[in-house]
């Protein structure tokens, strides 16, 4: 016989029709309205509270006895807990040993505090529980959605009004589309590179339709490649495994000393794949923002280089493109509008919760070439944004995005962007005055990386040669790694790190403390404190002599 479930025998709950029909439907008295309102309290302004003392993954409790207490299989027959119970657990047992990512001290990765009115939005939302997939389930959602595709496209791409004119609420066209997140906007665009590239002529009828070996024989080729630097997200080798042109073959390129791809090393691959005649770029990928280390590559010469060459440009804004919204600098973007794809993902710099990603296209035709039918949903000419989407159901998160743009302003959103980018460029002179530590790149945007490097090491690294520098960065990059691992564990502040390849060669392996600057309530002085604490964990542990 089946063993019960602990939670089987210490409730007596059980599951009846009459609580059932009572959960579909509003609360019946003001009693049951007015409980539901107080947990609904501790979840809009009571959330907020969990976990102050803490930032990242602490070792207050270890991961070993957490996922201890979380081992039970077996789904419980009767109900195990009521909505306030389960409510309770969330704030009381869950959160607090969840990562307080909205801590001004925690500052190691893309993900930070979001503004309040976001939970607000987030929860109406899936009140709402629209499915923009199709008209009808979303009726004016989609519409909307429509809409701000349409504001954001003109963020890019500056079109005339004509334009926008046409294509706002245009059923025949698309601006692009809203998905997960950056990952599946890049696979997006690339899918719709792939299949304009090795799209239907004389009786092939497309890539989509009949794969690769048939596009290959059509097009006498026997491979493909996607050229991208170094810096490249991983999501884009991801796509060259779902496409199916394999992701060896999204080919990285050298970077110059600022982390921005080289045209030099460019130009140079694609003569050497033309000289070859049998590989077909389907596309060169600009990097608005790289993911480590905050670069953005020459938008502008990328985008001539691909016009000259007819190959699909694509620049990955993930992380950048909102910078758009600030007039002070938009310029480090110049050159976006040539792109013929842009991502950008709305749970970075937007300041949305988790799950919205975009993708957007300079030539509204552009997404035909991966529209698909169903005739019981999406019918050709329809509203249905299911049409020409990798997603099928989907959350209208295109009204959290719609409302924060009417609540932020593009002034509002300004105001956070330029703070993020003026407080990592305080901090790297910062880093630059104390002389145990090294900046390694500057930030172009809120991204910087640098390490602990005593002074005097960096003077022996000046002046080594090859094989003594190594031995340097070697022993620098176990500090590094202990410092960053101390200072998480102690659970006052949260630094990231990542390994770089300086001048892109593996003889230079270098471990770097990352900093993404996107809280605005991270100041100089709490940059301060986190410097000093890792200044203090290297003294103590690694020059115990001082
Ligand atoms: C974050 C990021 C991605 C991936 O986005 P997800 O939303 O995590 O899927 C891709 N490219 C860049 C440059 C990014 O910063």
Known sequence: MEKSTPSEKSTNLIADWQTLQRIFIRPENDATQATLLKYMDQILFGLQDFLKKHVGITEEISLKELSDNYKETRISKNPEKKLADVITDLIKNIAPNAVNVASPYFIGHMTSAIPFFMVHLKTIVAALNQNVVKLETSKVVSIIEKQVLAKVHRLIYRESDQFY??????????????????????????????????????????VEKEGLPAAYAEYGINNCVILVSRRGHYSLRKAGGLLGIGNQNILPINVDENQRIDITSLQQ??????????????????????????????????GEICRENNIHYHVDAAWGGPVLMSDKYRHYLDGIELADSVTIDGHKQFYMPMGCGMVYFKNPKKMDAIAYHANYVNRPGSVDLGIKSLSGSREATSLILDSALKIMGTNGYALLLEHGVETAKAFADEIQRRENFELVTRPTLNILTY???????????????????KIINKKLNAINRTVQRIQREAGLSFVSRTTLYLNNTPDEEVVVLRCAIMNPMTDMKILNNILDEQEEIYRSRFTPEL
């Not at 066209?173 to 799209?199: D, I, M, P, Q």
């Not at 490097?453 to 080594?464: D, E, I, V, Y």
């Open 269 to 302: 691959t694609i003569r050497e794949i033309k000289k070859k005649g049998s590989i077909k770029i389907l596309a060169i990928i600009g990097i608005a923002g790289a993911t480590e280390t905050g670069s953005i590559d020459p938008l502008r010469t990328l």
């Open 451 to 469: 390490r602990i490097c005593p002074a005097g090491m960096q003077k022996a690294l000046a002046t080594g040669d090859a094989n003594q520098k």
């Open 165 to 206: 004119d046409t294509h706002v609420q245009s059923t025949n066209t698309t601006l692009g589309a809203f998905v997960e997140g950056g990952t599946a906007a890049n696979l997006t665009a690339l899918w719709v590179a792939r299949n304009s590239a090795l799209s239907p002529r004389n009786h092939f009828s497309g």
